[in-house]
Structures are given as structure tokens and as C-alpha cells.
């Protein structure tokens, strides 16, 4: 499970109210022990102490670990940081791998994400291309590779779901 928590509001890691605030360059602790420096943030779990945390850093939010694997803040505007589950994975992201295809998969264009083919085969401008679904933020978007155009022209691939990488994208 992935969650991302926009500054200066409260977000929920695991149906826990959580919020973040106070970004900026500073230092925080990494899982090794040892310290880490760069664009960081104060995390604020409901009913926990206040941790300041940065990219690689390893949080416990009731029992859950949370690492942080995205942090941004552009000048001028509100930041955010996104953190992902570590250990057991939550119903709803079984589901959704359950039900995509990841022999052909790419980054998602919206959050930089794992996305996977969802079955559908569309045209683009005369040339085929593959319906894509992304695991972490749901956005569904098409995706274009000359070499697999060829491919889904003359003999489309059947669609397996759940089905782990073997054609990764950019």
C-alpha cells in the first residue's frame, strides 16, 4: 500500500489520521542508524510522537512499518511525501495486482509508478496500444512500444491477469 500526505494537511497510513508539515532541508534517521540529509518533513501520527523523516527513512505508525519512498517540494507551492507499506499488503492491492497484467508494464505518467496492462488493446493514430492501469494511484492511461506494436498487430497477447513482469517499459 502506498500513501501520499500533502503538507500542512492530515492524511491516513493505514486508516491512521496522520499529518505532515514543515518541510524543508534537514537531517533524519535512516533504517542502518545512520543519519541522513535532504528534503525532509515532520510526520505526525495521531496519538504518536512527531518524527522528522526523509527519502529511505523507515517509520512505525501503530505497529506498521512505512518507508518513504517519494519527497517534493517545489518553491512556492505545497509539498508532498509518499510512503509505502512495508511487510503484509492490504486486501485492495491484491485485488488490483490480482487483476492486471504484468508481462507488459511500464511507469505510470501520472506518479512515476508500477502500472500493468488491464486487457484493453485501443488505437492511437492508426497504430495499436495497450490499456494500462496504475497500482498505486489508479490512473488509466494507453501505452505505445514500437517494438510491441508490431506484435499487437499481427498476433495480440492473451491477457493473463496477475501475471508477474517479463516486458518492463520506460
Known amino acids: 500500500m502506498i500513501e501520499t500526505i500533502e503538507e500542512n494537511t492530515m492524511g491516513t497510513l493505514d486508516e491512521v489520521a496522520t499529518g505532515m508539515a514543515s518541510m524543508g532541508i534537514g537531517r533524519y534517521a535512516l533504517p542502518n542508524g545512520s543519519m541522513g540529509q535532504g528534503m525532509s518533513c515532520?510526520?505526525?501520527?495521531?496519538?504518536?510522537?512527531?518524527?522528522?523523516?526523509?527519502?529511505?527513512?523507515?517509520?512505525?505508525?501503530?505497529?506498521?512499518?512505512?518507508?518513504?519512498?517519494?519527497?517534493?517540494?517545489?518553491?512556492?507551492?505545497?509539498?508532498?511525501?509518499?510512503?509505502?507499506?512495508?511487510?503484509?499488503?492490504?486486501?485492495?492491492?491484491?485485488?488490483?495486482?490480482?487483476?492486471?497484467?504484468?508481462?507488459?508494464?511500464?511507469?505510470?505518467?501520472?506518479?512515476?509508478?508500477?502500472?500493468?496492462?488491464?486487457?484493453?488493446?485501443?488505437?492511437?493514430?492508426?497504430?495499436?496500444?495497450?490499456?494500462?492501469?496504475?497500482?498505486?494511484c489508479g490512473d488509466e492511461f494507453v501505452w505505445y512500444n514500437g517494438t510491441l506494436a508490431k506484435v499487437l498487430k499481427s498476433e495480440p497477447p492473451e491477457f493473463v491477469p496477475g501475471a508477474e513482469a517479463a516486458i518492463q517499459g520506460s
Open 42 to 136: 515532520v510526520l505526525a501520527p495521531v496519538e504518536q510522537e512527531n518524527v522528522i523523516i526523509g527519502m529511505g527513512s523507515v517509520v512505525e505508525v501503530q505497529g506498521v512499518q512505512w518507508e518513504v519512498v517519494r519527497i517534493k517540494k517545489s518553491p512556492g507551492e505545497p509539498g508532498f511525501v509518499t510512503l509505502q507499506r512495508w511487510g503484509h499488503v492490504a486486501p485492495g492491492d491484491n485485488l488490483k495486482r490480482a487483476n492486471l497484467d504484468f508481462r507488459f508494464s511500464t511507469s505510470c505518467p501520472r506518479c512515476g509508478e508500477l502500472a500493468g496492462w488491464n486487457g484493453g488493446i485501443e488505437e492511437e493514430l492508426g497504430e495499436p496500444v495497450m490499456s494500462m492501469e496504475c497500482l498505486y
